[in-house]
């Protein structure tokens, strides 16, 4: 028999660091296959012909550079994959050795979305203003879809951090005997 908490829990200690890293990988993939494979708006490289640390150029309209390019891209993905896997053993510990209690769909949700805005912010800042070795979309507009991958990585991080908070822990009662 199952019996519903009765207000917000704070999941925290409990699913907060595993959703957060799975939200990371995740929203990484999301980055890494969408743009940089699907659209191919980017590639981790592709700016690098104005960056600010002096990373050689691999022009990805050329051979050698785009086979640099999908290299950066490759190891950028093994980064994300690791995070998943990572995020999964986690949640599968936590979950494991917590069986009295289990949490509603929306805390989990919740943190994962934390962790794709924080991929976001952290990718954002770092390689697209900091490094400025690729941007989201280049050319004339580049500036205007670097703020707006910042913007929902921000919003990301406000709605899971909302989701998550009106999530409900559903404890389970042990077993009764027949007597």
Same mark, same amino acid.
């Given at each position: 028999? @199952?019996?519903? @908490? ?9 699913? @907060? ?19 940089? *494979?699907?659209? *191919?708006?980017?590639?981790?490289? &592709?700016?690098?012909? &104005? ?15 785009? !086979? ?8 950028? #993905? ?8 990572? =995020? ?12 009295? &209690? ?31 070795? #690729? ?6 507009? *580049? ?9 929902? =990585? @921000? ?8 989701? !998550?908070? =009106? ?9 009764? &005997?027949?007597?």
């Amino acid at each position: 028999m @199952a019996t519903r @908490a009765t207000g917000p829990v704070d999941t925290t200690p409990d699913i @907060a660091l595993p959703g957060v890293i799975l939200g990371v990988g995740l929203g990484g993939f999301v980055d890494g296959i969408m743009l940089h *494979q699907v659209l *191919q708006w980017h590639h981790m490289l &592709s700016g690098t012909d &104005s960056d600010n640390i002096g990373v050689r150029y691999y022009p990805v309209d050329t051979v050698p550079g785009l !086979q640099m390019n999908t290299m950066w891209d490759g190891f950028f #993905h093994v980064f994300t994959w690791t995070a998943v896997l990572v =995020g999964l053993a986690m949640l599968y510990a936590r979950m494991s050795h917590r069986r009295r &209690s289990i949490w509603t769909s929306r805390a989990l949700w919740g943190w994962l979305l934390v962790g794709w805005g924080l991929f976001n912010l952290v990718e954002g800042i770092v390689d697209h203003h900091i490094l400025s070795i #690729h941007h989201v979309r280049g050319g004339p507009y *580049q500036m205007w879809w670097d703020i707006g991958f910042l913007v929902l =990585g @921000a919003l990301l991080i406000a709605g899971g951090w909302l989701l !998550q908070r =009106g999530a409900r822990r559903i404890h389970t009662a042990p077993a009764r &005997s027949a007597a």
